[in-house]
């Protein structure tokens, strides 16, 4: 049923849930005769799933009234931005904003530690999929578009969710990781940061500090 919703096939949708779950390092579904459900686990991220799949919707979203604007036709609208969401991958959303923020394809490709080609065909595949251009070369670099700044925008979002998966099933057993950023003043950071930071690493190991 999950597969015919997202218009996948349903070895797609097994292999993604069996890679998700070595990756969390939990059961998120208990499989019975009678189906499969959420176990406490699967609870917990499917809360994270979910705020990411929003803000992949709001994209699709301001993609077709940007696409309305831009006077594409209907059919052509309905084509690109249709399904959209089912469509993206971590892989299509990490090369767009990688290579936004680097300015080169080879740039980006560093950063994700994968080959050039295999950001050159993200970024392609993506573009096929909106039906417009995400990203345009200058001569400082490549520059996203109107349609390219929604989907990074957007897909910072959800990557965010997606990345606190981890913490948040941690903290179900009882465990706190994570990363916490501090901003401090400069008359506190001398004295009074330090000895809080030290005592929290003291307390929660799995928390990074920056």
């Known amino acids: 049923k999950a597969a015919e919703e997202m218009h996948l096939t349903q070895p797609a949708v097994t292999r993604a849930i069996q890679k998700l ?12 005769a009678q189906g499969m459900c959420a176990t406490s686990f699967g609870a917990v991220a499917e809360k994270r799933a979910t705020r990411a799949l929003m803000h992949l919707e709001q994209a699709e979203s301001e993609l077709t009234e940007h696409l309305r604007r831009q006077e594409i036709g209907k059919k052509v609208m309905r084509r690109s931005v249709r399904h959209l969401v089912h469509a993206l991958t971590h892989r299509h959303l990490q090369a767009l904003i990688a290579t936004a923020e680097s300015g080169t394809q080879g740039a980006a ?10 950001v050159a065909q993200a970024l392609n595949d993506l ?12 001569s400082s670099g490549m520059i996203a578009t109107t349609a390219g700044e929604i989907l990074i925008r957007c897909g910072k979002l959800a990557l965010t969710e997606i990345a606190a998966m981890p913490g948040d099933i941690a903290e179900s ?8 950023r501090v901003g401090v003043l400069p008359l506190s950071g001398t004295l009074l940061v330090p000895r809080a930071v030290s005592r929290l690493i003291e307390e929660h190991r799995g928390l990074k500090i920056c």
Do not use: C, K, N, Y
Not at 109 to 114: D, F, G, H, N, T
Not at 173 to 180: E, N, P, Q, S, W
């Open 21 to 32: 779950e070595r990756e969390l390092g939990v059961l998120l579904f208990h499989r019975t």
């Open 109 to 118: 490709a560093v950063l994700l530690s994968i080959s050039q080609p295999a």
């Open 127 to 138: 573009e096929r999929q909106v039906g417009v251009p995400l990203l345009l070369r200058a």
């Open 173 to 180: 057993t009882g465990i706190i990781m994570g990363r916490v």
